[in-house]
């Protein structure tokens, strides 16, 4: 029995000790071109995530460059819902912004970078290393530790706990939006079908109408 109930929990230690060891968020580098002009939303370049209700995410943006060098970059944190969490302008250096998503819904952080100088500047782009922070992943867990006075490996499971926490909340959401999906989909299913069994019987009708009608025209016209 008892090797029966360590079998049954290897999955589990399998799965704590991968969210362990993998690393809780990479980072994305890149570079943006600087363009002439007036600032305008098609020239922001974006990265998108998908976060759920009342989540806490930090975005840490390092951006090269300094002030003054004829580039302006601006950020602009937006979700799909139409919610604005921020927009700051003439990044340079690294900027941390913190925010508590007010819907399921998916959020871009963009960038535009915005020539200034009236002088020609050579190969005007700027180099952005961009971080973002969901959940658990966006505590400080240091914080954490020194306030309850947690030892390292009590941090460290409080963090898989709560990592864990927000799967299992994740497949809920996916297994209710399922639902919906299942039932939106039988509903479309159920009114097509009605809706075949309807034109059917007005063709029926429609042939049987057209069938007495000729026979009453022959009739009357004496060909039958």
Same mark, same amino acid.
């Given at each position: ?20 060891? %993998? ?8 570079? %943006? ?43 602009? %944190? ?14 340079? $250096? ?17 960038? &535009? ?14 180099? %952005? &290393?961009?971080? =973002? ?34 799967? =299992?909340?994740?497949? &809920? ?27 059917? $019987? ?23």
């Amino acid at each position: 029995m008892a090797t029966t109930s360590i079998l049954r929990l290897l999955p589990l230690f399998s799965l704590l000790l991968l969210l362990a060891i %993998i690393p809780s968020s990479t980072a994305l580098k890149f570079d %943006i071109q600087a363009h002439p002009g007036s600032e305008s939303p098609k020239h922001e370049r974006c990265v998108r995530n998908f976060v759920a209700a009342d989540t806490l995410v930090v975005v840490t943006a390092t951006v090269s460059g300094q002030r003054g060098d004829g580039q302006m970059v601006n950020m602009h %944190i937006k979700d799909a819902m139409g919610n604005e969490y921020g927009k700051p302008r003439d990044v340079s $250096g690294e900027r941390r912004m913190a925010f508590t998503s007010v819907a399921d819904s998916a959020f871009d952080v963009c960038f &535009e970078n915005v020539l200034t100088s009236k002088h020609p500047v050579m190969n005007p782009t700027r180099n %952005i &290393e961009l971080d =973002v922070d969901i959940g658990a992943d966006a505590k400080d867990w240091s914080a954490v530790q020194a306030a309850e006075k947690l030892k390292p490996v009590e941090t460290e499971l409080r963090r898989i706990e709560e990592m864990v926490s927000e799967i =299992v909340s994740e497949m &809920e959401y996916l297994r209710s939006r399922e639902q919906r999906l299942r039932d939106t989909n039988e509903s479309t299913n159920e009114r097509v079908k009605w809706f075949a069994f309807g034109t059917m $019987g007005m063709l029926v009708g429609l042939g049987a109408w057209q069938v007495v009608y000729l026979r009453a025209y022959f009739r009357s016209k004496h060909l039958i």
